[in-house]
């Protein structure tokens, strides 16, 4: 685990992460996509079709469309690590997962995804996010 960069950075980041979370509880599609820079990319590469996304616009509106699936959903997001270097930075965040599918079937998602951060008019946004499934169970 490793922690690097000035102070006010690290916590602009986390607090990125966390909103993640939480625009995607509360399925704000506009909070959601602010977090995200213009020439984002967001790849899932085990969920058939949203292998790699590229650009705001085309990221927002794939996760509009993968939100239907799920109507009820909890999502929360931790560090594990984080470097900044100057307006960049990389890391992984942890996800925990309580989601219920269209026949109200509940299910626990564990993840990690491999971040690429950057800093555009002094706010940090997402610039690439890799999601790897770790553990997929009953809830």
Known sequence: MSFTGPLEDRLAIHELVVSYGDAVTRRNAE????LWAEDGVWCLPEVPGMERIEGKAAIVEAWVEG???????????TLGSLTVNGNTASGHAYTSEIVKDGDGKLAQWHNVYEDEYVKSNGKWLFKSRSLKVLLIGSA
């Open 31 to 34: 909070d959601w996509g602010a």
């Open 67 to 77: 939100m239907k699936v799920f109507p009820f959903q909890i999502n929360r997001q």
